[in-house]
């Protein structure tokens, strides 16, 4: 039966009554337009394809909330953290102490770090990738 057979039943109008429902778990849910594209190779597909099925979730929806919770975090540490009292005071002191020379760190930070050492050995065609 079409809603026009409900509005003309037995050729007399009808009121229509119109019933919507809304679903308290899409509250603040966006649609999610946007896509990100990633390349990976055979090892690390099989990881992430393992590690979603053990947490029993889809491969793109285990890869996003990972990859969501490790963004948290970082941007968590950037910009929030709680101390006490007596944590604070400590930090505010280590603050207000003039910078002071460490020794061996202009070295260490100058030398070669063990990602230059794997970029000099790429060939020359993917060092761009």
Known sequence: MTT?????GNGHPKTMIELGA????NDGVSSKDERLHLRVDPQQKALLEAASRAAGDTLSGFVLRVASEAAADVLADRHMFILDEQAWQVFDQALSRPAAEVPGLRELLAAPTVLDQVAAKRPVDQAGQ
């Open 4 to 8: 026009a057979d409900l509005a003309q």
């Open 22 to 25: 809304q679903c308290a778990y």
